[in-house]
């Protein structure tokens, strides 16, 4: 109720005019700002956080500008442009510290939005946990080894997975074998045992988790239960053929690497794919459980 209330009192700070876009959840606040030169990214950060501070003392709120840094997202080849340049961004008079990587809601982001140390941060915490597992897997049921897989492990690879699942194959194919490791030590099985009987269709193998996570999420937005400002365009509306990939959604081109591996685009491509009967549900609970089932057949055909 104190969050409620605290959300309420707090929500007028949204009509603060920002060169930034503002995000709010519960107490924290982020600010996200474009510009092509350093100088005009300091100055419009610098006002933002000034604007933002005289309204928190109005409110008689206080900043806490130690625990405020700032992450310079950038394109690899154009790193080098803003590197050497300190931007020396003060808030209320005090240094703001720049980060590689800083975590909001429990995602590790870093500057290039790879999502690397994400992965890494995931592998250790599975890892630990397995170690954990392995040792007492001997004094407990199959049924409470798997309660605690999909409590401590499942969980972690589930939360936000349709995001960093734009992360490079090589991460991804690294969170999968440490995935395969902790479900051998759950089924009590050995190396040599085939890993297409590891899963099931509760269980699927990370890429395929993630692939059903952006598709629930497009699905979502196509039946207008998420509410996310990105129009979805079918490609019957843009030429007008009954062609076979009329009801597909149209995925924007990309001039760049880095642009292809965009969220939406990887969320549409992933569910344009998706056989026509299952997107033809209306019902979630029945879009969710026979594209599980097509995603679980498909990984014993790619290990066949």
């Known amino acids: 109720m104190s969050g409620t209330l605290f959300n309420v009192y707090i929500n007028s700070i949204s009509s603060i005019p920002l060169h930034s876009t503002l995000s709010l959840y519960c107490d924290d606040i982020s600010l996200v700002t474009t510009a092509k030169s350093p100088t005009v990214l300091k100055k419009n950060l610098e006002e933002d956080l000034s604007r933002i501070s005289l309204w928190l003392r109005f409110h008689y709120l206080l900043a806490n500008e130690s625990k405020s840094k700032y992450v310079m997202f950038h394109n690899k080849r154009r790193h080098e442009n803003f590197y050497e340049l300190a ?21 590790e982001i870093d500057e290039t939005l790879s999502f690397t140390f994400h992965i890494y941060q995931l592998q250790k915490k599975i890892i630990s946990f397995m170690f954990a597992l392995k040792r007492i897997r001997c004094l407990i049921s199959d049924q409470t080894a798997l309660l605690l897989y999909f409590a401590y492990i499942h969980s972690r690879l589930s939360y936000m997975n349709c995001i960093w699942s734009t992360t490079p194959k090589y991460m991804m194919d690294a969170i999968e074998i440490v995935q395969r490791k902790a479900l051998r030590i759950v089924f009590s099985k050995d190396r040599l045992y ?17 692939q059903l996570s952006s598709s629930i999420l497009v699905f979502k937005m196509i039946n207008n239960s998420a509410k996310l400002n990105f129009p ?22 990309t001039a760049t690497q880095l642009g292809s591996q965009n ?25 969710k459980t026979r594209l599980r089932e097509h995603l679980y057949i498909k990984q014993l055909w790619y290990d066949a």
């Open 87 to 107: 931007l020396n961004i003060r808030f209320n008079g005090r240094l703001i510290e720049r980060v590689e990587h800083t975590k909001l809601l429990g995602l």
């Open 194 to 210: 085939s890993r297409s009987e590891l899963y099931s269709e509760k269980i699927l193998p990370v890429s395929l988790q993630c």
């Open 232 to 253: 979805i365009q079918y490609a019957f509306e843009r030429h007008r053929h009954a062609t076979r990939n009329a009801n597909n959604i149209v995925v924007p081109t």
């Open 263 to 287: 969220f939406f685009i990887r969320a549409y491509l992933d569910f344009n794919v998706i056989p026509a009967e299952i997107k033809k549900f209306v019902s979630l609970n029945l879009f």
